[in-house]
C-alpha cells in the first residue's frame, strides 16, 4: 500500500500556534471571527491544490501516461496562476493598493510569500520529473537529446526540420539597429550568443521555437515512440540560420504575461470593441514571469530580466530540465492503452434510453431529471434536449445562457438550426469568459448572422449561469422546460469535469428561469418573484447565510444540525464566518472544497466542528452542491456558484433547490460516496496542509470510479434500489 502522502508544512503554520493560544485564554463566545489568524489565504491555499495535483503526477497507482498528463496540468495551471493571480497582485502593488485581505496580508506580502511557495513546489516538480522520464523509457518512450541520436537518426531530423519546419523560424538579432523583439505569452525561445567575423563584440538572437498550427513540440525520431524536442533540433541546426557565424551558446526561456486586467464595462458603449480591445492588450501586456534554463549566463539572464521589465531577484525562475512541461499533454495523448486509465464510457441516463420518443415526453413523465456527468451522458441528455428542441414544431423559443462552449458539442450548429426553423433563440453570451473571449466573440456573431437575438448580460456582472429555457406548445398551453446545470454547455468538459444538471418542467422553476431571462436581456432589476430558484447576486448569498444561521439556531442533541457543502472554493469571508459561528454552535459541517479553502478546520473550540477534504482523481470535482439537514426536512440544491465573493456578489449564477425525493437519494449518495472516500480524498488540516487518506486495501476503486458504477447500475432499477439502501440512505455516523 502507498505510503500516506502530506503536504509541506504550510506558511500558515505559525498562526495556528496564536490561534490556539487565543482560544485556549478565551470563552469560545468572545472569539475574534474578524481576527485575521483565523482565516487561510486564497493564493496560498491554491497553491496547496496544485501541489496535490503534483502528487497525482507521481503517484504509482496511477497509469503511467496519466501522470505525464498531470505534470503537463500542473505546468499549466502554474502558468495560468502566473497569468491571473500574480499578474493581479503585480497590478495591486503598482498601482499602490495597500489593503489587507482578510487574512491580514497585503498584495505585496502575497506575492512574496506566493513566489516563496511556487519555488518549492516548482523545486519538488524537477526532483521527481526525471524518474518520470526514465520510467517513460523503460516503457520504450523516450524523449532523446538530439547529441544522443544516431548519426542517421540526426539526418533524417535536420531533413524533416528542412523541408517542413525551418520556412517557420524568424532569427532576430539583438543590436541597435534591432531592438528587442517582442516575446508573446507563453511562446518558448532560444537566445543564441553568436561571433561574428567582424565583431568586436558576442551578438545575441532570438528564436521563437514555432510550436503549434500543426507544429508538434516533441518531433518523433522513428516509427517507435522516441522523441526529441523541438527547440533541440533547432538548436542543433542553427548553420542554416546563421551560416559562416560561431555559435558560441543558447538558452531557453519563456515568459508568463499579465491576463487580469480587465477594462472598466459601465461607460463602453460597444462592449464587443471593449473586449476585443482588451484582446489585444493582453498580448502585450506587462509579463510577469520568466523561466530560464539553469545555468543561464549571468549577464545575459540580468539582460533579459532588464529588457523584459522583471525583477531579477523574484520574477526570474530557473528550470533544471525539460522547459515549458505543458506541451506533454502530446505525451499523454500516446495512444497505448495499457499506460492510460481504462476508457471511460458514460452511461445513458436510465430514463432516457429510448432514443426514439421524444425528450419533451420522459420529462413530463418524470417531472424532474437528475444528470451527473460524466458518468452520465452529455450528448445523450444535454444536447439532445436542445436538438430536439431545435427541430421539434412544437417549440416555440429557445434562451440559454452561453459560457464557453466548443465546436464539437454543436451546441451554437443547434442555436442556428432553431433559428432557421422559426422558433425565436435569445442567447446570453458571457464575452469575459477567461481565456474564451476571442472564441464567444465569434460565437457570438455567427448567431447574429443567423437571425439570433445576442445579448452580453448585465453591465459590470458576468454571467455565469449554466441555464436553458424551451418553451413549448404542449396539448394544455405553454409549457417551460428547463434545464440548469453546474457545468458549461461544453462537451469537452463534459467527458472530463463532474458535474450535476436538472432537467425539468417544473411550473414554478419555469416562471422563475422565464423572469431571470427578462432581467439578463434588459438589466432592469423590480423586484422579482423568484420561487424556487435563487440567483446571485440579488438573493443567493442571503439565502446561504440565512439557512447557515437557521441550521445553527435548531440545532439539539435531539436534532443535531447539518450542514454539506460541495464547491471549487471557499473564499467568502462571510461565508466562512457563518460556518465557524455553525460549528461554535455544535452543527457538523462536512466541506468538499476542490482547490481555494480560508477556512481552518479541526481547530478546537472554533471550528472542531468542521471537516474539509479535497477530491482529485481522474474527473475534475466541478459541481457545487449544498445540503441543509433543516430540522430532518432535507434540503438540497445544486447551481453554478462557488461560494466566492465574486460568484456571490459580482456573477449573475444560478442555484436551485432539488424537491423530488428520488434525485434526493441520488444527491445524498454522490455526497456520501465522495465523503466516504479512502481513494481520491485529501483531509485538510488546521494549518491548511493536507495528508491524504489511505485505502484499506489496493483494491479501492475510489469515489469516482464508484460513481461511473452507479451510473451503470441506475441502467438496472433492482440493482439500483438495491445499493440506495445499503449506502445512499444510511444514517451517517
Known sequence: ???????????????????????????????????????????????????????????????????????????????????????????????????????????????????????????????????????????????????????????????????????????????????FPFISNLSLNILVSLQGDNAEEPGLARIKVPVGVGVPRFLQVNDQYQFVPLEEVIANNLDLLFPDVKILDHDLFFVARNASAEKEESGANDLMALIESELRDRRIAPIVRMVVTEGMNDDRKSLLAAELGLNYDTD??????????????????????????????????????????????????????????????????????????????????????????????????????????????????????????????????????????????????????????????DYGGLRRYVHIGTGNYHGGTARTYTDVGLLTCDEDIGHDVTELFNYLTTGYTPKRNYRRILPAPKHLKRALLEKIEREASGHSAESPGLIQMKTNALEDQDIVRALYKASMAGVRIELIVRDTCRIRPGVPGLSENISVISVLGRFLEHSRIFYFRNDGNDEYLIGSADLMARNLESRVEVVTDI???????????????????????????????????????????????????????????????????????????
Open 659 to 733: 424537491v423530488r425525493k428520488p434525485l434526493k437519494k441520488e444527491l445524498r449518495l454522490l455526497l456520501d460516496t465522495l465523503l466516504d472516500d479512502n481513494r481520491n480524498a485529501w483531509d485538510m488540516l488546521p494549518d491548511g496542509s493536507y495528508k491524504q487518506r489511505q485505502p484499506d486495501s489496493d483494491d479501492d476503486p475510489g469515489c469516482q470510479l464508484k460513481q461511473a458504477e452507479y451510473a451503470q447500475a441506475r441502467l438496472k432499477s433492482k440493482q439500483h434500489k438495491k445499493l440506495l439502501r445499503a449506502i445512499g440512505l444510511r444514517k451517517r455516523n
Open 1 to 179: 500500500m502507498n505510503k500516506p502522502a502530506n503536504t509541506a508544512e504550510h506558511a500558515d503554520a505559525a498562526p495556528l500556534t496564536l490561534i490556539e493560544q487565543s482560544l485556549s485564554d478565551n470563552h469560545p463566545l468572545e472569539i475574534d471571527l474578524d481576527d485575521p489568524a483565523l482565516y487561510l489565504n486564497r493564493e496560498l491555499t491554491w497553491l496547496e491544490f496544485n501541489r496535490r495535483v503534483l502528487h497525482e503526477a507521481t503517484d504509482p497507482r496511477n497509469p503511467l501516461l496519466e501522470r505525464v498528463k498531470f505534470f503537463a496540468i500542473f505546468a499549466s495551471n502554474m502558468d495560468e496562476f502566473f497569468m491571473k493571480r500574480i499578474g493581479g497582485l503585480k497590478l495591486q502593488v503598482a498601482t499602490g493598493v495597500s489593503e489587507l485581505t482578510v487574512d491580514g496580508r497585503s498584495p505585496q506580502q502575497q506575492l512574496d510569500e506566493s513566489w516563496s511557495m511556487v519555488r518549492e513546489i516548482e523545486s519538488e516538480r524537477d526532483h521527481h520529473l526525471p524518474a518520470l522520464l526514465q520510467e517513460l523509457a523503460r516503457h520504450e518512450i523516450e524523449i532523446s537529446p538530439y547529441r544522443e541520436l544516431s548519426e542517421q537518426q540526426q539526418q533524417q531530423i535536420r531533413a524533416y526540420y528542412i523541408e517542413n519546419i525551418f520556412p517557420l523560424v524568424t532569427p532576430q538579432v539583438v543590436d541597435p539597429a534591432h531592438p
Open 316 to 473: 526570474v525562475f530557473e528550470r533544471t530540465n525539460l522547459m515549458a512541461q505543458r506541451n506533454l499533454f502530446q505525451i499523454a495523448a500516446l495512444p497505448i492503452s495499457e499506460l492510460h486509465d481504462p476508457p471511460h464510457h458514460p452511461a445513458m441516463h436510465h430514463r432516457l434510453q429510448d432514443q426514439q420518443r421524444s425528450i419533451f415526453y420522459i420529462i413530463r413523465e418524470a417531472e424532474s431529471l437528475l444528470l451527473q456527468h460524466p458518468y452520465e451522458s452529455f450528448t445523450h441528455s444535454v444536447v439532445r434536449f436542445l436538438d430536439e428542441a431545435a427541430r421539434d414544431p412544437k417549440v416555440r423559443a429557445i434562451k440559454m445562457t452561453l459560457y464557453r462552449t466548443d465546436e464539437e458539442t454543436r451546441i451554437v450548429h443547434l442555436l442556428i438550426d432553431a433559428a432557421r426553423n422559426g422558433k425565436q433563440v435569445a442567447v446570453v453570451v458571457e464575452l469575459k469568459a477567461k481565456f474564451d473571449e476571442a472564441a464567444n466573440i465569434r460565437w457570438s456573431e455567427r448567431m447574429e448572422q443567423a437571425g439570433i437575438h445576442v445579448t452580453y448580460g448585465v453591465v459590470g456582472l458576468k454571467t455565469h449561469s449554466k441555464v436553458l429555457l424551451v418553451v413549448r406548445q
